[in-house]
């Protein structure tokens, strides 16, 4: 009778420390969420707010395309769990790819981009299956290695290839350099056309991965290996299938992104700390965290550039790695990464 | 099996130790003097050939100190180019803003590295595995936009360096080559890289014998066991983190004494790649690796981009099959990069085939020509003599004692003699 009050007890006690737990991620957030809108505050009071809203929108434009990355980053880090440093190169070639089907063959730009993100889908199943498959998952070094070789690979290959000289990319959107006002903030139409297609890139994945089979398979290899494996679950080709998924989202991101910037072999490392940024601060598991982190690090890097003045857009990377530290060192696993437990 | 077979502490034993120490030593002493017959292979100018194996003293101790983190404590840093160049240019600018001698800075680079890599280590405390990638490939990245932020300090992306010949390093009188012209600078600068590279390689080797380092391969193998084991993580992390950055920053200083001009551009996430590929190539969690993993980093590039221009100067047997490749890749622009696919290639193959890397090959292919039987010196003390310890054959242990022999001594020990338990643990610590 005693045993089973103190089992219940200890039962319940393990429950308060869970919601506990919650509601520490919880304080996390909200003290982040706190610190970006007393600043937002002080600095719309003090600058204006038609410039707090333009730069709103600039760090907008940044972060969902940072977000898009992340995403593919925790697509691949669900899968395999391993960062793949390759994801940047992964995508810079994609848009190549895009670039050769839309100035060389002459298909429209919209078109190319889809077709490029199936090549690319492809071209990162294979990665897979020849490069990856072959290490035991657990092996976090080799594989992490493999993918800095694919890194010096595919940076080097377009390199010798596509030379470095910057091209311009086509816009795949409608309006070409036009903008529109909102509360005196301009914005082009291009930016939001982006913001659209992120946001639909990431319902698609979401859906994909909640309402599809292989989906569901894949939610369930990246939560326990040796249960999904007794399942009856093809571990490899699930896991093929998340190189394939975060290839083509990547693609996606590099053509977002080749569109502002020039197109050349090193356009994605810049692009690809502050993805990095973004994955580790969600959490490297967690796709809703990368899309908000992805969100947040864009913010962040465009307000503290244009309104702390020394920082300006040199010190923006500097930013973004103090950010994270702070954040892993309050909360290792990121914002919304599950957090591990140990056996020994 | 082996060819040879030799016992721990026989004079046999004794003398291949000491061979393979003379020869190695022989080869280094060689470059010395073998600017009189200039340098295999090709017929390249020798100070620019001196200044390469120069630099491969260089990354080979910076590879040495990523080593000891990735390699002995098993944390992933990809950081490292950042150490580097901090000792770099705390170098540089005190050499050319403070006019300070070269080997002054030395100690302050590697002190104020320590410091930094003990910060920068930090956060290893909480975060972990690929978490700790990523702050770290940060902190490469980051390096040099602070550079370029700060140029009044650090020249910015034109680079820095010391007004022409302050604090030039000059051979004294009576080494043999000091009226070698233009070559002596580079020699006597060898003379002390090689002297400051011996000296680190040698600590860095006592030290993972000593207690502390066993510690770290505890820590590398299984953190959690070797926290309930009693070994302080917090402490070893932060201070293999500081100890790896301060190596980093003798290396950084290293480098400038051989080439005085530091620039953003040296001391990018590249570098910190590189010295990553040079580890795994070398060999991780080996000391010896670096050096061949420095060779791969300064001579690879150099030749797969001199022959993408020349290829008069290739191996005879390469150049047939690499003909068209070569060929193709000439009078294209980007064709210097192709050592960037071989690099990548070649990273994946070591992966693929040599997971221990080039040294691990080297101890396979030894392992089948010579093969030393460890016979430790406290089994020998055991006995008395210099004499092995007694087999099936020897009429003492009445022939039921098996090849499990160290085992039962070591038994047998702790029963005689408390002090000896330690050694046996350490003893199995080494072969397990």
Known sequence: MATTQSVNESIGKGYAALGRLGQKRMISIGVLIAVLVAFSIIVAVQHGFTLFLQRIFDGLSNGFIYAAMAMALVLIYKATTVVNFAQGEMAMFGTFIA?????????????????????????????????????????????????????????????????????????????????????????????????????????????????????????????????????????GRTLQFGWALAAAVGTLAGTMIARTTLLEPNFMGRVLIYSFAAATLGGLDSLGGAVVAGIVIGLVQTMSGGYIGFIGSDLAPTVALVVIVAVLLVRPSGLFGSKRVERV | MALVTLKEGTPAHRAYVIGAWAIAAIVLIYVIFAYRWGFAPGSIDKAFRLTQINDVICYAVAILGLNLVI?????????????????????????????????????????????????????????????????????????????????SLTGGPNGKKPARDTGKMNPPSWMPFSNAGRLASPLWVYCILLVIATALFLLVRNFMKSRPGRALLAVRDNQTSAAVSGINLPLYKALTFGASAAIGGIAGSMLMINRPFASDVQFGLPLAIFLVVGLVAGGAGTISGAIPGALIYVFV?????????DQRGMPPGIKQVTKPLFDWLQGRQGAGSIAGVFFGVGLLIFVFVLPGGFIDGIRRLRSKIVQVIPNPSWLRELHGSANPPPTSHSPSSGGEVTPAAPVVAAVRTRVAKPVSVKKAINLRGKTT
């Open chain 2, 71 to 151: 390699g002995f404590s098993g944390q992933l840093s990809l950081g490292h180019s950042a150490f580097v160049g901090l000792g770099a240019y705390t170098t540089i600018i005190l050499v050319a803003d403070h006019h300070w001698s070269y080997l002054a800075t030395v100690p302050v680079s590697a002190a104020l590295c320590f410091v930094i890599g003990l910060v920068v280590g930090l956060p290893a405390l909480r975060i972990r595995g690929l978490y700790l990638a990523v702050v770290t490939l940060s902190v490469a990245y980051v390096f040099p936009t602070l550079v370029v932020k700060y140029d």
């Open chain 1, 99 to 235: 670039y050769v089907f839309g100035h060389s063959l002459g298909i429209p730009t919209p078109l190319a981009i889809i077709l490029a993100m199936l090549a690319s889908a492809l071209g990162a199943a294979g990665i897979e299956r020849v490069l990856i498959r072959p290490f035991d998952p657990r092996n976090h070094l080799a594989v992490t290695i493999v993918t800095l070789g694919l890194f010096l690979i595919l940076n080097s290959l377009a390199g010798v290839i596509w030379a470095y000289d910057n091209r311009a990319f086509p816009s795949p959107f409608p309006g070409r350099n036009r903008s529109f006002s909102v509360l005196g903030a301009n914005l082009e139409w291009a930016n939001l056309f982006t913001w659209l297609t992120v946001l639909a890139a990431v319902l698609l994945v979401s859906l994909l991965l909640s309402r599809t089979k292989i989906g569901l398979a894949f939610r369930s290899v990246s939560n326990s290996l040796e249960s999904s494996e007794l399942l009856g679950i093809h571990i």
């Open chain 2, 301 to 309: 590039p150099y030749f797969m981009s001199a022959w993408t221009t």
